[in-house]
């Protein structure tokens, strides 16, 4: 079998989903014969005819119309371009999906797949990492897949769950990321909601997600070098938070460093270090740390999309500054 | 004192005879709108004495003026269609099922109510039978309805009508905008009711649009445009009739625009005062509620007896309805579970900290 990309992982896993359930459909811009900006719905338009369908360029009535079907009973998946348009349909997203259980005790499971992060010469409007800002809205789960299996196994998770989901693909791992082989069904190695821990280490803990989870891997290669060995959580979810994985691996080592590829302010690291600071503080050996991106919009070149992002040799050196506090 | 003369409404014409065919109006349903429209009236005045009392709390959103239109939609629905109200559609929401005790449940934030003092007034609905529970941000339910409307396409159900309705304001948003686009492209059995009461909240429509008449916005959008007559309930139910029959028989959506004024502010805690005394005196400013009667007594479909006896029937409802509910639990923060998701339970939770 050859390889599986992160992207064909999300293909699949959409083409499982179409298949097994009727009430599955996805809808959005040019996802139909073209195939998605990304081609993660390729061919799926032509094998399932009438549940693959194009969108106007209209993100407000797309998620709107997703929760009106959700409401009626189907699983739909809506499919945003890019994670950054899904501000045009945020109010929907927001006000109605993530209300609309605890308000009336109707479900509302929809997916909206968000790809996300950066890559070189994507600039300030087709690089963002929006899931901060959805995990702060209460009703609304947010996955943040960081490897070929998880794009699998936790989109049929998220087709499957009760609750909007917003499901923030990484731009940047479509391509990288291969696999020879998918698990067979979701939950096999780690229940929903569980963090992984990607590399057992014992003198400090990174927590990452995403695209950060493997230049936490590398700088974690790297640090063998000056003879330490550090552990790296993948959150996979992060909301639900797992803060007790978080917590277990804080107790071994001692040291946090929380990672994201979003900015600092108000985001998925700083809530990693409040909830250590509040429920472990005593587990610390140091203060706690954290490593974002730089606080401007997202640049165009390549030269300084490198630099605006964490990346391994600044998670190293983040992690060196750490270990000797 | 000069008198002043009425202005003219903006963003309607008159009727021209060129415009959609309209539905018969039957004695039958036109009798039960106009008990419905009663209903509404009665129940309303009740909420604002309630709200007067600081019985209720937030704030108390009334359709007087409103009730012909709101009817004309809610009455003309059946089961399996989908609807979902706005603010001033109490008498809409009566003609569709919604309850008189439901409502009083919903405003006094009663515990046994369909929201469960989770959300209140006007926010309120049973989604899973049809009923949507709007939210604040306005032209959102038209995408909504869309949604639904798509399920039972993906079902195969045919015959199915979905409806929501809107003020002239709301026509304004993009979400509007999207949604009838949306409806237009897909062919879906949807209709639109937008109410031009020449108003939102204090904005007049010359600050709010430029079109010189908002239905040629149906023309825009490929949809098909129907005007009625806002404070005339047979005109009504034959408008939004002959635009829920085209509908049912799939020819797509269906946009109504009517003219009419809300006889009380936005909320009980507006007097309306920037609405000028002459409008108020004009055609427009008639209430449909004694018009309705004037009408169907007019052509013997109810006698005035009848009507008082109904007025009577009503208000003993509404009044011990209110009591039963004043008497109802409220909700107990400490029983409340404080979960928003569906499907995480509280071992999750407590596990993860969500």
Redesign the interface.
Known sequence: MSAITYLEAIRLAQQRALKEDH?V?IYGQDIGGFGGAFKATKNLAKEFP??VLD??I?E???????????????R?IVEMQFADFSTCGF??IV??A????????????IVVRLPSGGTPGSGPFHSQSMEAIYAHY??L?VMTPATVEDAYTMLLEAIA???PVIFCEHKFLYYHLKADKLPKFPGEELP???ARITRPGRDATVVAYAAMVHEALAAAEELTHDGYDIEVVDLRTV??????TILASVARTGRLLAVGEAWPWGGVAAEVIA?VATEGFGLLDAPPQRLNAKETPVPYHPALWGTHRPTAPLIANSLRQLLEL | MTKAKAPEPKGSRKKSSEECQAGDVSKEVARRAYRSMLEARLLEEKLAALYRSGKIVGGVFLGRGQEALSVALGVQLRRGD?YAPLIRDQAGRLAFGDTILDTLRTYLGSSLG??RG??GNI?R????EGY??M???LG?????????????R?RGEKGTVGATCIGEGGTST??FH??I??AA?EKLPLVVVVANNQYSYSTPNDRQFACSDLLSKAAGYGVVGRRAIGNDLIDCLAVIGGAVAAARRDEGPQLVVADLLRLVGHGEHDDASYIPDALKKSPLGRDCLELARQALVDKGWLTLDEASSWQEAVEKEVEETSSKVLREPVPDPTEEDW??????GRS??Q????
Not at chain 1, 63 to 74: D, F, R, S, T
Not at chain 2, 140 to 152: E, N
Not at chain 2, 339 to 344: D, E, G, I, V
């Open positions: 009430s459909f009438g549940r969108a106007p209209s407000d009535a797309m998620v709107g119309l997703a929760i009106g079907a959700a409401i009626e009973g189907m739909p109010n929907q006000n109605q993530a209300t609309l259980h605890y308000r009336t005790g109707t479900p509302c499971p209460p009703g789960v769950l009760d609750d929903f909601g569980k909301r639900p938070i797992d803060t007790d909830r | 989908i369909s929201m989770r959300d926010h609905g049973r989604p899973s949507h529970a939210i604040s941000h959102a339910m038209v995408s909504t309805v869309c949604g639904s409307l798509m399920a039972k993906f993009g979400s999207e949604g686009n949306l492209v979960n928003a998701f569906a499907s995480l999750l939770q596990g993860a900290n969500q």
